[in-house]
């Protein structure tokens, strides 16, 4: 929370519970907030519900968006929301990149602009490996083919397969 009398210029204010990597957090957050134009105060806070954090942080801004950042997640809130409902919540640790979303996010909020996407080579990460992908999607598009009846010529009927040419 902020100090008793503090007055804040508007500005997305972001609470924050210290924990290990949490700078590198706040430096990509405030990236993302600073290349959309929006101000930002960070607050180190005692509590590690990022939810509860960002709520409080929407409430106490004269912009009326908080982040909250833990741990184990981030979240974006808007005031006007329920207090258990964020706009944005991520329940893991995160990339540099998800965190600068969440600045460009926040900050497009505040604006009443569009939201940024998350890029898509940030959402599966674990697609490195091509090979490993293209499985994947091969394994997908074959399913996809057996259960619409559209497997290489292959029509059933009933508990029997049939091949037409």
Not at 21 to 27: A, D, F, L, P, T
Not at 55 to 66: I, P, R, Y
Not at 75 to 96: E, M, R, S, W
Request: with cysteine; glycine share 10%.
């Amino acid at each position: 929370m902020l100090p008793d009398g503090a007055s804040v210029k508007p500005c997305v204010l972001i609470h924050v519970f210290p924990h290990f990597g949490w700078k590198e957090k706040i430096r990509e957050v405030q990236a993302g907030l600073e290349e959309e134009g929006i101000p930002s105060l960070v607050v180190q806070v005692k509590e590690s519900d990022v939810v509860a954090l960002a709520f409080q942080g929407a409430c106490a801004s004269k912009l009326g968006v908080g982040l909250g950042i833990g741990a184990d997640g981030l979240c974006i809130h808007y005031f006007k929301l329920p207090d258990q409902h964020p706009l944005f919540a991520l329940n893991v640790p995160g990339t540099p990149i998800q965190w600068r979303h969440f600045g460009y996010n926040a900050a497009r909020l505040v604006k009443g602009i569009p939201f940024k996407e998350q890029p898509l080579e940030d959402l599966a990460p674990q697609f490195v490996d091509s090979s490993l992908l293209y499985n994947l999607v091969y394994g997908i598009v074959q399913k996809v083919l057996r259960e619409t009846d559209q497997g290489h010529g292959e029509v059933k009927h009933g508990q029997k397969s049939v091949w037409v040419n």
